[in-house]
C-alpha cells in the first residue's frame, strides 16, 4: 500500500520563477495538506485541499495556491519565487474527520 | 506562529539511557501528536493522545498529557541509536479542521 508520494525530490529554481509542487495522497485519503519547513524550524500549514476545494489556509501570501484533482492528487504553485521559499515542502494526506495523518518525503526546493 | 514549544531544543544521550522531550502549548486542543523526522526529510508519525487521554503508550514510547498546564512529555525507553531524529509535537485545535501546527523540535542524538 503505497503511502505519500511527492515530486520531485529535489528542486533548484531561480527568483520570480514558478514552480508546481505534486502530491499523490495515501491510497483511501480524500483530504491533502501542504506544509512549509524552513531549515531548523517546525513545519508551518500552508493550506489544506477536500473535494477539490481549499477548506483552509495558513498565513501565507496568495503567491502560493493550490489544486486538488478528482483523483485527490494534489499540485501547490508557488508564484514570483523568493529566496525566502527555499525550504522542504511536505504534503500530508488523511480521511477528512481522522486525524491520522501520512506525510510524504518532501520536496526540497532551492530558490537562488 | 507557533503553537507548540518543544524543550529541549536538543538532547544528546547514550544508547540505553531514556530520552524525555517536553512541549508545552497555548489555546485548548482536541489532539497532540508526536512525529519524527530524520536528516530534514519526511515526518512519521509516532502517537496521538486525545485531550480528554492523560497517558499512552506505544512499544518504547510513553507520552503524557496535562491538560491544566497545557503540556505534553515524550519519553522514549531504551533509547537506540536509530532513534536519533527531531521530534516534534503538533496541536490540533478545535474547530480548526484539523490542520497540525508544530513546534519547533527537539533534536536527539543517541550515541553508540
Known amino acids: 500500500d503505497a503511502g505519500v508520494t511527492q515530486s520531485p525530490t529535489h528542486l533548484i529554481k531561480t527568483r520570480g520563477q514558478q514552480v508546481t509542487l505534486r502530491c499523490s495522497p495515501k491510497?483511501?485519503?480524500?483530504?491533502v495538506s501542504w506544509y512549509q519547513q524552513a531549515l531548523g524550524q517546525g513545519p508551518q500549514f500552508i493550506f489544506q485541499y477536500y473535494e477539490e476545494e481549499e477548506r483552509q489556509r495558513g498565513n501565507f501570501p496568495d503567491r502560493f495556491s493550490g489544486h486538488q484533482f478528482p483523483n485527490y492528487s494534489s499540485e501547490l504553485n508557488v508564484n514570483a519565487l523568493l529566496l525566502g521559499d527555499s525550504a522542504l515542502y511536505l504534503c500530508a494526506s488523511t480521511l477528512l474527520g481522522d486525524y491520522g495523518y501520512t506525510f510524504g518525503s518532501g520536496t526540497r526546493l532551492t530558490v537562488v | 506562529s507557533q503553537q507548540g514549544e518543544e524543550d529541549p531544543q536538543a538532547l544528546s544521550i547514550q544508547e540505553g539511557e531514556n530520552a524525555t522531550m517536553n512541549c508545552s502549548y497555548k489555546?485548548?486542543?482536541?489532539?497532540l501528536q508526536w512525529y519524527r523526522q530524520n536528516s530534514g526529510r519526511g515526518l512519521v508519525h509516532l502517537i496521538l493522545?486525545?485531550?480528554?487521554?492523560r497517558e499512552k503508550h506505544s512499544g518504547r514510547l510513553r507520552v503524557t498529557l496535562d491538560t491544566s498546564k497545557k503540556s505534553s512529555s515524550l519519553l522514549i525507553t531504551a533509547s537506540r541509536a536509530a532513534d536519533t531524529a527531531s521530534y516534534f509535537c503538533?496541536?490540533?485545535?478545535?474547530?480548526?479542521?484539523?490542520?497540525?501546527?508544530f513546534g519547533q523540535g527537539t533534536e536527539l542524538s543517541v550515541k553508540p
Open positions: 491510497s483511501g485519503h480524500d483530504t
Open positions: 489555546t485548548s486542543i482536541n489532539n
Open positions: 503538533a496541536t490540533v485545535l478545535y474547530n480548526q479542521g484539523g490542520k497540525l501546527i
Open positions: 493522545i486525545r485531550s480528554n487521554e
